[in-house]
């Protein structure tokens, strides 16, 4: 089970103003503007659910990810995913998870991905025989055949996401994020991808949380669909609670995101 209740996380970043005069008062004097990326999130989800985050660029969807993985800690509020608490048990929190950043790899750039794998294989500590079967059904499942000798720098995008789908699941984590794993990909891959997740989540029982601001995806993976905008919780429910009748999915979404104050429009002052 994951549970998160009132979770708020602010980034600290140090502020400049252009100039040299600024630039040489900032030498005695550093600035910080706080950024507050999640003003109390709560949400529970139970083992084998997949559950969407949707929410648009900036909403917050990428800092819960990284809080439910214990990348970052939170400043206040309640985190336990499988009895774990994500940032203070990293050693074993780790192996019962699989997380994979669309915009970031896990892979080692200029090895061949089959390298990498084994390198996550002795990170993980994954006994031979294990390994050697997820290796071989993950390969199959995922159409690696033909890319496993390939440096993960000459990948395409396509390619290089399936490779990264794989090595997160060499260790047969029980809970799985996907940190926006269908950006810039094509149809096809798309497609490839959510079909191979699903099946994961149906057959594994894999918990599955991905964030995207796609409704397509959410339309083709998951009943619940959990949305954020601005680090608040705005909705959790299913797809039909956004979708209007009569209308495509994403003139739904930004009519939804019009009927929520402050949402669209002029960019607010930050504070
Ligand atoms: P999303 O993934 O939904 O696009 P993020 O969680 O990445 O949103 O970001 C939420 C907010 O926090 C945004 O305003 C973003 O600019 C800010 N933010 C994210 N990461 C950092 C960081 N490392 N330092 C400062 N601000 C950050
Ligand atoms: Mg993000």
């Known amino acids: 089970m994951i549970h998160m209740e009132n979770v708020v996380k602010t980034y600290k970043v140090a502020r400049r103003n252009a100039g040299a005069k600024a630039a040489f008062r900032a030498l005695f004097r550093r600035e910080y503007e706080l950024i507050r990326a999640l003003s109390g999130i709560s949400f529970t989800i139970e083992d084998g659910e997949m559950v969407a985050l949707l929410g648009p660029n900036g909403a917050g969807k990428s800092t819960t990810i990284k809080i439910l993985s214990g990348i970052l800690y939170p400043d206040s509020g309640r985190v336990e995913c499988n009895g774990f608490v994500p940032y203070k048990d990293r050693m074993r929190y780790t192996r019962?998870?699989?997380v994979v950043f669309g915009q970031r790899s896990q892979l080692f750039w200029d090895v061949p991905v089959a390298d990498s794998f084994e390198l996550?294989?002795?990170?993980?500590?994954?006994?031979?025989?294990d390994f050697r079967k997820n290796e071989a059904e993950l390969t199959e499942l995922l159409q690696l055949q033909e890319i496993l000798r390939t440096p993960a720098r000459q990948l395409s995008l396509g390619q290089r996401m399936r490779c990264e789908i794989a090595g997160s699941l060499l260790h047969s984590p029980k809970i799985?994020?996907?940190?926006?794993?269908?950006?810039?990909?094509?149809a096809v891959s798309k497609l490839a991808l959510r079909q191979f997740v699903k099946?994961?989540?149906?057959?594994?029982?894999?918990?599955?949380?991905?964030?995207?601001?796609?409704?397509?995806?959410?339309?083709?993976?998951?009943?619940?669909?959990?949305?954020?905008?601005?680090?608040?919780?705005l909705l959790d429910g299913t797809i039909d609670d956004i979708r209007k009748e009569g209308e495509s999915l994403d003139e739904s979404l930004v009519e939804f995101y019009e009927g929520i104050d402050g949402m669209t429009g002029k960019e607010e002052e930050q504070p």
């Open 176 to 186: 799985l994020f996907l940190d926006e794993p269908t950006i810039g990909l094509d």
């Open 120 to 129: 996550l294989r002795d990170i993980y500590d994954i006994p031979e025989a």
């Open 199 to 233: 099946n994961l989540n149906e057959e594994k029982k894999t918990t599955v949380i991905l964030t995207t601001h796609d409704m397509q995806d959410v339309e083709a993976l998951s009943k619940r669909v959990i949305m954020i905008g601005k680090g608040k919780l």
């Open 96 to 98: 019962e998870i699989g």
